[in-house]
């Protein structure tokens, strides 16, 4: 009875249509009504913030400053990453390749950018493929391990194959440092020269990310292989992974700062460029500690480091402990070598090599890299590429297409707003109806102002900190609080911003995506007066400082603002729709990674039908498949006869 009364298949498919037209319909009228208010945001403050009318002339004198020649190559980074089950193994795959090219700044016009034509020799990168047994893919990814029980797997995880295979993130860990490894192998390069970096990531928020994935210790003595691996003769031990999760150290940009997390980093760096010892005065002078609750407090973290020992107190006088003043030459080269082994193939590097490239010798016995690991060397690889665009002058770019980022409206405008440094007529609950990611906020915004907003434009450039930031509304406009934990990122190492590069020539208002764009600070050039934003941060019971880089209008001399978007402007190309107002050489960089991708399917596919019809082999297959592959095989089978 309740099956005769049951509406039939095809009103039941009607209905959801309807629902599904309804409810479609209903969201894009919301977001037309959205869109609708942007106007009024850019007459009341978004036209100050909007830079348009780049300078070839600029950016031809800045060239030949920065780079001390208007002719400079560059490389486009991409990666890639596949993981494939076969059999009772698991197949990860990662890699990043690039695209390279010269770019030639002159005066009042584009610049000429020439790219390399043997792009499958010159533009290949380095790639890993990583055969692990099911089983002990747990045991490798952190994604599996159990928290409450370091060493031991989460049963609360699924463990079932498939969703084994569903889950690892091996793969993409991989891919994460193969980018950031190719990255560093091309800044550090003297015969490519290149200097111009960019990567199709969101590097500011990269930096955070990893140091949260690094920072549980707990995991560290139980999961993490490079413990006790010998580097020049000197096993790595838990302090060495400390001392180098912070591990950003330029002094002309006051990093890292003398503030909360950042504190304990900042002692050690400071001892680490000191030759001779230190009375405790001294230190906090030389971290500029003042207040008194500041100095007790750097005291008591003083004390702290002297008994895990890293420091050395000889009768009241501070110093490195010998053990460690060579700690990050050692973590250098600890990811240069397994850097090398993993991603190397037919290289002196890896001659000789037994086993898998996902495996290092400890102890007289091989164990696995754990995602830990890798998460370990991508941190440190970062810094690494940091400290040498910093020395070498490379101009380091990462560009994110369709970012669903909301620090620009949530946390940007609001603090600006409470401090006086925007006047907003629009009411709080007619600023949140606007659209909720900076990306739909701002292309609104371009797209019902087309008439006054010409093509490229950029927002003015912000302190990436400001993502972690938020208005402190229990104390006085100066105050800010961390938005998770009341923790704040490191301040002064990125800016970030919004792009849009390209327009229809038939119809301005069809114009290409806003890009979110992030690009390392450069002290000579952004670390001005006028640019530096002063705020107090109550964290741990004090009173700390907290100064951000800001470019306040858009008429604020920005010149590696006006290099970058005039370089990434010659970068597009209005030739290839797929590319409409992207960057070419990423675009070419995500080809290549495609057509290496397709390959390595194509090899494992192959093995596999190698193995299923390899008489030697045939025997093993059945119980090398699964009851679900044999059925699905079977199946299949049935069908196409």
Same mark, same amino acid.
């Given at each position: 009875?309740?099956?005769?009364?049951?509406?039939?298949?095809?009103?039941?498919?009607?209905?959801?249509?309807?629902?599904?037209?309804?409810?479609?319909?209903?969201?894009?009228?919301?977001?037309?009504?959205?869109?609708?208010?942007? $106007?009024?945001?850019?007459?009341?403050?978004?036209?100050?913030?909007?830079?348009?009318?780049?300078?070839?002339?600029?950016?031809?004198?800045?060239?030949?400053?920065?780079?001390?020649?208007?002719?400079?190559?560059?490389a486009?980074?991409?990666?890639?990453?596949?993981?494939?089950?076969?059999?009772?193994?698991?197949?990860?795959?990662?890699?990043?390749?690039?695209? !390279?090219?010269?770019?030639?700044? $002159?005066?009042?016009? $584009?610049?000429?950018?020439?790219?390399?034509?043997?792009?499958?020799?010159?533009?290949?990168?380095?790639?890993?493929?990583?055969?692990?047994?099911?089983?002990?893919?747990?045991?490798?990814?952190?994604?599996?391990?159990?928290?409450?029980?370091?060493?031991?797997?989460?049963?609360?995880? @699924?463990?079932?194959?498939?969703?084994?295979?569903?889950?690892?993130k091996?793969?993409?860990?991989?891919?994460?440092?193969?980018?950031?490894?190719?990255?560093?192998?091309?800044?550090?390069?003297?015969?490519?020269?290149?200097?111009?970096?960019?990567?199709?990531?969101?590097?500011?928020?990269?930096?955070?990310?990893?140091?949260?994935?690094?920072?549980?210790?707990?995991?560290?003595?139980?999961?993490?292989?490079?413990?006790?691996?010998?580097?020049?003769?000197t @096993?790595?031990?838990?302090?060495?992974?400390?001392?180098?999760?912070?591990?950003?150290?330029?002094?002309?940009?006051?990093?890292?700062?003398?503030?909360?997390?950042?504190?304990?980093?900042s002692?050690?760096?400071?001892?680490?460029?000191?030759?001779?010892?230190?009375?405790?005065?001294e230190?906090?002078?030389?971290?500029?500690l003042?207040?008194?609750?500041?100095?007790?407090?750097?005291?008591?973290?003083?004390?702290g480091?002297?008994?895990?020992?890293?420091?050395?107190?000889?009768?009241?006088?501070?110093?490195?402990?010998?053990r460690?003043?060579?700690?990050?030459r050692?973590?250098?080269?600890?990811?240069?070598?397994?850097?090398?082994?993993?991603?190397?193939?037919?290289d002196?590097?890896?001659?000789?090599?037994?086993?898998?490239?996902?495996?290092?010798?400890?102890?007289?016995?091989?164990?696995?890299?754990?995602?830990?690991?890798?998460?370990?060397?991508?941190?440190?690889?970062?810094?690494?590429?940091l400290?040498?665009?910093?020395?070498?002058?490379?101009?380091?770019?990462?560009?994110?297409?369709?970012?669903?980022?909301?620090?620009?409206?949530?946390?940007?405008?609001?603090?600006?707003?409470?401090?006086?440094?925007?006047?907003?007529?629009?009411?709080?609950?007619?600023?949140?109806?606007?659209?909720?990611?900076?990306r739909?906020?701002?292309?609104?915004?371009?797209?019902?102002?087309h008439?006054?907003?010409?093509?490229?434009?950029?927002?003015?450039?912000?302190?990436?900190?400001?993502?972690?930031m938020?208005?402190?509304?229990?104390?006085?406009?100066?105050?800010?609080?961390?938005?998770?934990?009341?923790?704040?990122?490191?301040?002064?190492?990125?800016?970030?911003?919004?792009?849009?590069?390209?327009?229809?020539?038939?119809?301005?208002?069809?114009?290409?995506?806003?890009?979110?764009?992030?690009?390392?600070?450069?002290?000579?050039?952004?670390?001005?007066?006028?640019?530096?934003?002063?705020?107090?941060?109550?964290?741990?019971?004090?009173?700390?400082?907290?100064?951000v880089?800001?470019?306040?209008?858009?008429?604020?001399?920005?010149?590696?603002?006006?290099?970058?978007?005039?370089?990434?402007?010659?970068?597009?190309?209005?030739?290839?729709?797929?590319?409409?107002?992207?960057?070419?050489?990423?675009f070419?960089?995500?080809?290549?990674? !495609?057509?290496?991708?397709?390959?390595?399917?194509?090899?494992?596919?192959?093995?596999?039908?190698?193995?299923?019809?390899?008489?030697?082999?045939?025997?093993?297959?059945?119980?090398?498949?699964?009851?679900?592959?044999?059925?699905?095989?079977?199946?299949?089978?049935?069908?196409?006869?």
């Open positions: 009875m309740l099956f005769m009364e049951a509406s039939s298949f095809s009103s039941r498919v009607r209905r959801m249509g309807a629902i599904l037209r309804e409810g479609a319909a209903g969201q894009i009228s919301d977001y037309r009504r959205k869109f609708s208010s942007t $106007k009024r945001l850019f007459e009341d403050f978004l036209q100050k913030l909007i830079v348009q009318g780049f300078s070839h002339d600029q950016a031809y004198e800045t060239a030949r400053k920065f780079f001390g020649s208007p002719v400079v190559k560059f486009a980074v991409d990666g890639t990453e596949y993981t494939k089950r076969l059999f009772d193994l698991v197949i990860f795959f990662g890699g990043a390749y690039t695209a !390279k090219g010269e770019i030639e700044f $002159k005066k009042g016009v $584009k610049p000429s950018v020439t790219y390399s034509n043997e792009l499958l020799e010159e533009g290949c990168g380095i790639s890993s493929c990583v055969p692990v047994y099911i089983n002990v893919v747990p045991e490798i990814d952190q994604t599996f391990f159990r928290e409450e029980e370091p060493g031991e797997l989460s049963l609360s995880r @699924p463990l079932a194959d498939q969703e084994i295979v569903d889950n690892s091996i793969a993409n860990w991989i891919m994460t440092f193969s980018e950031y490894f190719l990255a560093y192998k091309l800044a550090t390069d003297s015969e490519e020269n290149i200097k111009i970096l960019l990567l199709d990531r969101a590097i500011s928020g990269e930096v955070s990310s990893i140091v949260y994935d690094t920072a549980k210790r707990s995991y560290w003595s139980t999961n993490c292989a490079i413990l006790g691996y010998e580097v020049d003769g @096993p790595i031990d838990e302090n060495d992974l400390f001392f180098g999760r912070h591990r950003v150290l330029n002094s002309e940009l006051g990093l890292p700062p003398a503030r909360g997390d950042y504190l304990r980093h002692i050690l760096f400071s001892l680490e460029q000191e030759e001779n010892p230190l009375a405790l005065s230190i906090l002078d030389r971290l500029g003042e207040d008194e609750k500041r100095r007790e407090r750097a005291e008591r973290y003083l004390k480091l002297v008994k895990e020992g890293l420091i050395s107190d000889m009768s009241g006088r501070y110093s490195l402990a010998p460690y003043r060579d700690t990050w050692r973590l250098r080269t600890l990811v240069e070598t397994l850097g090398d082994q993993l991603f190397l193939e037919d002196e590097a890896t001659e000789g090599f037994v086993g898998s490239k996902m495996t290092i010798e400890k102890g007289g016995k091989q164990h696995y890299l754990t995602t830990l690991d890798i998460a370990f060397l991508t941190l440190f690889c970062l810094y690494m590429l400290e040498e665009c910093w020395k070498r002058r490379v101009l380091l770019v990462g560009l994110t297409k369709d970012t669903s980022a909301r620090d620009f409206k949530r946390h940007v405008v609001p603090i600006f707003q409470r401090k006086g440094l925007l006047n907003i007529s629009l009411i709080p609950e007619e600023f949140d109806k606007v659209p909720n990611t900076d739909m906020l701002l292309q609104s915004v371009s797209l019902f102002n008439e006054e907003i010409s093509l490229p434009w950029s927002l003015v450039e912000y302190d990436s900190a400001f993502v972690t938020v208005p402190d509304h229990e104390r006085d406009p100066d105050h800010v609080r961390g938005a998770r934990r009341n923790r704040i990122r490191l301040e002064r190492l990125f800016l970030k911003s919004y792009i849009q590069l390209s327009q229809a020539n038939y119809d301005p208002k069809l114009r290409s995506n806003v890009l979110l764009m992030d690009r390392l600070v450069y002290p000579e050039y952004d670390l001005k007066e006028e640019n530096r934003l002063r705020f107090v941060h109550h964290y741990a019971g004090v009173e700390e400082p907290l100064e880089i800001f470019y306040k209008n858009k008429d604020m001399v920005n010149e590696v603002q006006n290099l970058v978007m005039v370089t990434l402007e010659a970068m597009t190309s209005p030739s290839i729709p797929e590319a409409f107002g992207h960057n070419k050489p990423l070419v960089a995500d080809k290549v990674a !495609k057509w290496n991708n397709r390959m390595i399917r194509g090899v494992i596919d192959a093995t596999r039908h190698w193995i299923m019809t390899n008489r030697d082999l045939r025997d093993f297959v059945f119980y090398m498949t699964t009851f679900r592959e044999r059925r699905a095989r079977l199946e299949r089978l049935r069908r196409e006869t």
